[in-house]
């Protein structure tokens, strides 16, 4: 891995590579407490099982990232969708593969809908579409449970500013005009075929947002994970990076 900076929408950024290889690069988008850290060794895994570059990057206030400006508004994933034109030039990137895993999905989706000229494939790991009673139950007692001085300095090892990070992303989950959000009626424009993962355990999401993604993407590839809670790849590590190479070789 080689970690480095870019300027992004007038700030820093982090990024990160693994790998070589002269086939497309897999853009990793995290999940919505993550960071370029988090992702820990998945993406070397990643480039090795698919003999291609792997590029991470942690959005603002994320990781080690210059702070985000302001508090997140219902939107925010779609002003997050709206920097990866910037964020593609600055990394030299004119398509690749898009792997997005919760938020960082969601983020995808919108991205794919936006620009389908940047992006070949989508993998979505527990995507988001709308606001499920799953995912805001969950959130309120992860909240309602988070403790600044254990919970805040375990993230602390991966964010500069791990409370901030929690409370803003917390509060606009859980925020009443967010109970409404929902990306459906964007989901045709999306021509990307798309590799759908799911655990069946998953504390924050359930199968319907698969159904609702795949009612309207042309090719979709589906995996459901057994003993698999909200990271796949993590929680079936083996099984993700060897339904994700057959997926990319078909792909390119």
Known sequence: MTGKWIDLDGSRVEYARWGEGSALPVLLLHEGLGSVGLWKDFPDKLAKACNRKVIAWSRHGHGWSDPAVGVRNPDYMHREAALLPQLLAALDIPRSHWLG????????????????????????????????????????????????DVTGERMRRYHADPLTLFNDWSSIWLD???????????????????????GHDD??????????????????????????????????????????????????
Request: charged share 25%; hydrophobic share 45%.
């Open 203 to 252: 504390q924050y999401g359930t199968f319907d947002q698969l159904d609702r993604i795949a009612a309207h993407l042309p090719d979709v590839t589906r995996l459901h994970l057994d003993d698999c809670r909200h990271s796949p790849h993590f929680d079936q590590p083996e099984q993700v990076l060897q339904t994700i190479s057959r997926f990319l070789e078909k792909k390119d």
């Open 101 to 148: 895993h919760s938020d960082g999905a969601s983020i995808a989706l919108i991205g794919a809908a936006e620009y389908p000229d940047r992006v070949a494939s989508l993998i979505l790991e527990a995507p988001h579409v709308l606001v499920e009673d799953l995912t805001f139950n969950s959130i309120a007692e992860i909240a309602a449970a988070f403790a600044p």
């Open 176 to 198: 009443p005009r967010f109970r409404t959000w929902n990306i459906e009626a964007l989901l045709n424009r999306v021509e990307a075929p798309a590799l759908l993962i799911q």
